[in-house]
């Protein structure tokens, strides 16, 4: 099964086809700033779990945050722990300093 990722800006999200179909079988759904982008939601086609799909928009989106220079915050469970599986994101994720003191 082939995976196509693309990113869609104007929904906020990159989304996955398979196999040259139409058809938006995942998504991933972000925010994007300037510095940064916040993955808030993934979810990929119940007949597609399990396949790849999930990887490969995980891959995709963190690809192009790394190419863009942007750092990455992943409230999305499935980002997060695509993330901590793959150590070599670990760099792309945002980490808050907080300048306040005591």
Same mark, same amino acid.
């Given at each position: 099964?082939? %995976?196509?990722?693309?990113?869609? #800006?104007?929904?906020?999200?990159?989304?996955?086809?398979?196999?040259?179909? &139409?058809?938006?079988?995942?998504?991933?759904? *972000? +925010?994007? @700033?300037?510095? $940064? %982008?916040?993955?808030?939601?993934?979810? %990929?086609?119940?007949?597609?779990?399990?396949?790849?799909?999930?990887? =490969? !928009?995980?891959? @995709?989106? /963190?690809?192009?945050?790394? =190419?863009?220079? $942007? !750092?990455? !915050?992943? @409230?999305?469970?499935? +980002?997060?722990?695509? +993330?901590?599986?793959? #150590?070599? *994101?670990?760099? /792309?994720? *945002?980490?808050?300093? &907080?300048?306040? &003191?005591?």
């Amino acid at each position: 099964m082939a %995976v196509r990722v693309s990113d869609a #800006p104007e929904a906020k999200r990159y989304e996955a086809r398979v196999d040259g179909d &139409s058809k938006v079988v995942g998504v991933a759904q *972000y +925010i994007r @700033t300037t510095e $940064l %982008v916040a993955f808030v939601h993934t979810e %990929v086609s119940p007949e597609c779990e399990g396949r790849g799909v999930g990887a =490969a !928009l995980a891959r @995709t989106a /963190l690809d192009e945050a790394r =190419a863009a220079h $942007l !750092l990455v !915050l992943a @409230t999305c469970p499935f +980002i997060a722990g695509w +993330i901590a599986r793959h #150590p070599e *994101y670990q760099d /792309l994720v *945002y980490q808050a300093h &907080s300048r306040v &003191s005591d």
